[in-house]
């Protein structure tokens, strides 16, 4: 009888080397993986921008936790702030010059990874 | 055009919300997240035993995380060690009857998770 636990454990396992190769490739660059994802929501954002309450559900994080991570990101010139127009509570966040190139780095080397972890996935059968 | 970015996006929100999920899920059975992990890699292993060497590739993490990691576990009463009969400085962890119970009811648990990823990623298509 097959093992019914291998494909989780191999996806587990895969999953696991990617974003530890991911992380390796963000501190290369120099930015943190928390970073990486920040940039990466703003980057595929609708029209380049994005809301602190819209990043809250992308990167399953605490409010608090977004608003640290995007003072922090501010202050490393990686993303711009301007509040709405319509309102003044809302906080509009694109990148800049800087962070755009960071993203656009890091996804270009993380382009091979993403396709091999796809190709492990899609050959894994589960219940 | 389309947005390049959207792809690598949406796979790692999707990531981030099923290895949340995952979390909820260990915490309502009452083990950590690691300890499933670690129960998980044991349960696939070949003959029901693995080693800590192995622990150390398949869990990404260094021999004293993973040494640590096996003691609270045998502490909790969720794995066996026994000394291998050809080697006596190699450990062969195995999983409890108490382990084995939780990793079959966490797998079972995150069965519909796993097809959603599965399912979202196949969507996905990417470079």
């Known amino acids: 009888?097959?093992?019914?636990?291998?494909?989780?454990?191999?996806?587990?396992?895969?999953?696991?080397?990617?974003?530890?190769?991911s992380e390796e490739i963000a501190r290369r660059i120099g930015i943190t993986p928390r970073q990486y994802a920040l940039l990466l929501q703003i980057a595929a954002s609708e029209d380049g921008s994005s809301t602190v309450t819209q990043l809250v559900e992308q990167l399953q994080l605490t409010q608090s936790a977004v608003t640290e991570l995007v003072q922090r990101a501010e202050h490393a010139g990686l993303v711009c702030r301007r509040a709405s127009s319509t309102?003044?509570?809302?906080?509009?966040?694109?990148?800049?010059?800087?962070?755009?190139a960071r993203v656009a780095e890091m996804h270009a080397a993380l382009g091979p990874e993403r396709a091999q972890l796809r190709r492990i996935m899609e050959a894994l059968t589960d219940d």
Do not use: W
Request: charged share 30%; aromatic share 8%; glycine share 6%.
């Open 87 to 100: 309102d003044g509570r809302v906080v509009h966040l694109s990148l800049s010059e800087t962070g755009a």
């Open 1 to 21: 009888m097959t093992n019914p636990y291998r494909p989780a454990a191999e996806f587990r396992a895969q999953l696991r080397r990617f974003l530890r190769r």
